[in-house]
């Protein structure tokens, strides 16, 4: 089962922000949901709010590369959509602060957006689908980029690996569900102090697993 930031067919993995989203509070999306999300910078503006936490306009266009008048007209319509809300507890009220309204989102079926009858939500979903391929190859690359800069015991803590399996389909969802569950045990192993501790760091998890033909 794809897991990829922020949508999933399973809970995202990401812990909400300062503790400020429930950890069970994850979005499933309808047509009408897909269609708000579906752009690259809605989706990393999305990823970046429920990873860091709640921010400006401004900040996240420099964290993303992007211009403030950018950022700030996707976050509207992520706004419109309800994937973000108001902070206005931050700041001095001179500029907006965002938040993410969820810990995630949830795709029932893929399949249900694939064949769907209008085109425009079959376009919806690959957009998002190749959205997020694109920011996990970049989460990647950032990693392999700076990765001298970390501890010794983190170069030779991250992994990077690839398997080829024979499987049918109900194994695949099988293998899908039994990843899952691991990755939520671990995110349970810690406690909160212990989190907190001076070698701990925020690990992102990426999973693909799709068939390939022989031919």
Same mark, same amino acid.
């Given at each position: 089962m794809p897991t990829v930031? =922020? #949508?999933? +067919?399973k809970p995202a993995a990401e812990e909400p922000p300062t503790g400020e989203v429930p950890a069970d509070d994850v979005r499933p999306l309808d047509p009408r949901s897909l269609r708000g999300l579906a752009h690259p910078?809605? #989706?990393r503006l999305l990823?970046?709010?429920r990873e860091f936490g709640p921010s400006t306009a401004s900040a996240l266009a420099g964290r993303l590369g992007e211009s403030s008048g950018a950022t700030s007209y996707h976050l509207r319509q992520l706004a419109a959509?309800?994937?973000v809300v108001d902070d206005p507890g931050r700041g001095t009220g001179r500029e907006r602060w965002w938040r993410a309204a969820h810990r995630g989102t949830r795709v029932d079926s893929i399949t249900e957006f694939a064949r769907h009858p209008? =085109? +425009?939500v079959r376009g919806a979903i690959n957009t998002l689908l190749y959205a997020q391929a694109a920011a996990h190859a970049e989460e990647l690359g950032t990693w392999l980029g700076t990765m001298g800069e970390w501890p010794e015991r983190w170069q030779e803590a991250f992994d990077v690996s690839d398997f080829t399996l024979r499987l049918t389909p109900e194994l695949a969802r099988e293998l899908g569900d039994r990843l899952h569950e691991l990755v939520d045990s671990y995110r349970r192993r810690l406690s909160e102090t212990e989190a907190e501790a001076k070698d701990a760091a925020r690990i992102r998890v990426h999973l693909h697993a799709f068939p390939r033909r022989t031919d």
């Open positions: 930031a =922020p #949508v999933t +067919e910078l809605r #989706v990823g970046a709010l959509y309800g994937f209008d =085109p +425009e």
